[in-house]
């Protein structure tokens, strides 16, 4: 994180912070899918510049060290740099090349920001609706940015983006519930813990009984609701982004089923698919739909 209290006092050349951003790509790889690997040559060093920014904003959001909320707004600082070619931080630089390049508008990386903020301020969520907001700002943004770095900006093709995007969020979430707990963080919603009957206590000594299987299958029927809400979107994609978004949607109705499979208990087990899983549902989505570029 020192790079961003203080970035270097001249910028990276161009091409080094692009390989800035891939390396950051390649120490987290198994956040990308098999798909990844049928990107065209030519978006691979973009696509590593957008995920070197969601990589950094989330580790100042997650793991930083110090004042998050004033390395975030150092952060914005650098962002609004890069719009203007001003940028120093390598992972900025790049940004601000690839924003330039593809027409990128500012608005979805701010809002991308945000949702790191709103993880240091808010650690609950009293409604459904309220989760929804932080969504909007922690997941949609990146889909949307993905559609147009490939060349898409229809509003129909971004509300469908934005329920799967959504619907990824949320099962990540109900994937998670335990890891957040350790950061002080529930997202459930209260009103519908309270639907139930369970307590933020009983969450906390990690109880799982009917009460919280109920809750928890409402919310991943939510979630799939969302996915099959989005689902169309691959339809009107090409190429590798139409695999990687049918990917993306068949992946996360997966974890939920699994979910489901453990009676709910994501408290005591993560739910995750193995690689030979990952492998299986990439070879049935290549195969089914003949989408490779």
């Not at 001249?10 to 891939?22: D, K, Q």
């Not at 906390?204 to 989005?230: P, Q, S, T």
Request: contains cysteine.
């Amino acid at each position: 994180m020192e790079l961003v209290r203080e970035p270097p006092a001249a910028p990276p050349a161009l091409e080094e912070a692009f390989r800035f951003s891939a390396a950051l790509a390649r120490r987290h790889y198994e956040n990308f899918s098999l798909a990844s690997l049928l990107v065209p040559r030519r978006l691979r060093k973009h696509i590593f510049s957008l995920y070197g920014f969601f990589r950094t904003t989330d580790d100042l959001g997650d793991e930083a060290a110090g004042d998050r909320l004033a390395l975030l707004d150092r952060w914005e600082k650098e962002l609004e740099a890069a719009f203007r070619g001003e940028a120093r931080h390598p992972v900025m630089v790049a940004l601000g090349e690839t924003a330039r390049r593809f027409d990128l508008p500012i608005e979805p990386f701010r809002k991308i920001i945000q949702a790191n903020r709103m993880d240091q301020r808010t650690h609950r969520y009293r409604t459904y609706e309220e989760l929804l907001h932080y969504c909007d700002h922690s997941a949609n943004p990146v889909g949307r940015l993905y559609l147009m770095l490939f060349g898409y900006r229809d509003e129909g093709l971004f509300a469908l983006s934005d329920a799967t995007c959504t619907a990824l969020q949320l099962t990540n979430l109900w994937q998670d519930i335990s890891r957040d707990l350790k950061k002080g963080r529930i997202y459930i919603p209260l009103e519908d813990m309270e639907k139930f009957g369970y307590s933020e206590e009983d969450l906390l000594r990690g109880v799982v009984d009917e009460r919280f299987r109920r809750l928890m299958a409402l919310e991943v029927d939510r979630a799939r609701e969302l996915f099959h809400k989005g689902y169309p979107l691959y339809r009107h994609l090409t190429g590798f982004l139409r695999v990687e978004v049918r990917l993306f949607s068949e992946g996360g109705l997966a974890v939920l089923r699994k979910i489901e499979r453990l009676e709910y208990d994501t408290l005591h087990r993560r739910p995750t698919l193995s690689r030979a899983e990952k492998f299986s549902i990439f070879l049935r989505t290549l195969v089914g739909h003949g989408s490779a570029p």
